[in-house]
């Protein structure tokens, strides 16, 4: 069983390789994000709840794999791109930054691919003995309201330091996370512009 297990994960780590080789080739010049946008140019930006199948710290651009519940109950397997593997190292993420079978909340900027986009924001809730991480990335840079906003009232994480301001990480309990709920409604309206 173990064996099976261990060749099954070797097979989704294989696919996921394919796929992000695939997507990423180069056109005839540097490859792009196209994101969804609203009838008025906004960029969309939705919330999802699931668990992490695949983190995966890669180049060009480390990725996730999301099993996410859509707005019918269905449960949809995403892909999630992040920064480059260099850009996220020397911000301190690693392998262990994020957990497969992790239950999350995520703010996921849209791609016009179906369920494909760029994180925004996850909320990786824990096993409930310790505050749950918000890690905010991608498309949140540096000194923006975001940032200030939550850096202003959450503790930091240990391990991501943010050196570039495209990436931290916060502790979020509780008593925190009703607070931020009560100051900025909506799904995870504390990390949208």
């Not at 997507?23 to 919330?47: K, W, Y």
């Not at 995403?78 to 480059?84: D, H, I, P």
């Not at 991501?160 to 100051?183: K, M, P, Q, T, Y």
Request: charged residues 25%.
């Amino acid at each position: 069983m173990c064996t099976q297990r261990l060749l099954s994960r070797g097979l989704r780590t294989i696919a996921l390789t394919s796929v992000l080789i695939v997507v990423s080739a180069p056109s005839g010049a540097h490859h792009s994000f196209a994101p969804l946008r609203t009838a008025a140019g906004e960029d969309v930006i939705e919330v999802y709840e699931g668990n992490i199948e695949i983190y995966k710290l890669l180049n060009p651009h480390t990725a996730l794999i999301l099993n996410l519940v859509n707005q019918d109950g269905a449960v949809e397997d995403w892909l999630v791109e992040m920064s480059s593997l260099s850009s996220l190292v020397r911000e301190g993420w690693t392998d262990d930054s994020l957990h497969d079978g992790e239950r999350i909340t995520v703010a996921i900027l849209r791609a016009q691919s179906p369920r494909r986009g760029r994180l925004r924001a996850i909320l990786a809730h824990g096993d409930g003995s310790e505050p749950a991480r918000l890690l905010v990335a991608y498309g949140i840079r540096g000194d923006t309201p975001v940032m200030r906003r939550l850096a202003e009232r959450l503790p930091s994480c240990d391990g991501i330091v943010g050196s570039e301001g495209r990436s931290a990480c916060f502790l979020v309990d509780e008593r925190a996370l009703h607070a931020l709920e009560r100051e900025f409604p909506g799904p995870m309206g504390w990390v949208m512009p």
